[in-house]
């Protein structure tokens, strides 16, 4: 059964093509590393409550986007494999001269088992 890794961030409107050409170039790492599909997507819809809603979640600020990502994996032991190998890749260190594309600290993120997969 697959595996998910969920993530929710905050990313500044003025670094949304350089999040994109990133988030291209890191999907390539994490499928070489096992994943079987990654998708970003930038918020289009995601409206504001009074109680809570994905800008709290992440502290959005003014002039910035939420992004919805994930990775999907062909089972939990790939994906713990996976993140080992990834942890160690040099390609993803933080010196990449990418750091101040979008505050990491922001970032919430969770592994899940799919209990529902439906397709037309």
Do not use: C, Q
Request: charged letters at 30%; a negative charge.
């Amino acid at each position: 059964m697959s595996y998910i890794d969920g993530f929710v961030l905050a990313v500044p409107n003025a670094n949304r093509e350089r999040f994109r050409a990133m988030a291209v170039r890191v999907a390539k790492i994490f499928i070489e590393h096992g994943a079987v599909r990654v998708v970003e997507n930038w918020g289009d819809d995601v409206p504001a409550d009074e109680v809570t809603d994905l800008g709290r979640a992440v502290a959005l600020k003014e002039g910035e986007t939420v992004v919805f990502s994930w990775v999907e994996w062909p089972s939990k032991e790939a994906r713990d494999k996976g993140n080992e190998t990834l942890a160690a890749d040099p390609r993803l260190r933080p010196d990449s001269g990418e750091a101040d594309i979008m505050d990491p600290r922001r970032m919430i993120f969770g592994g899940f088992v799919p209990i529902v997969d439906m397709r037309a």
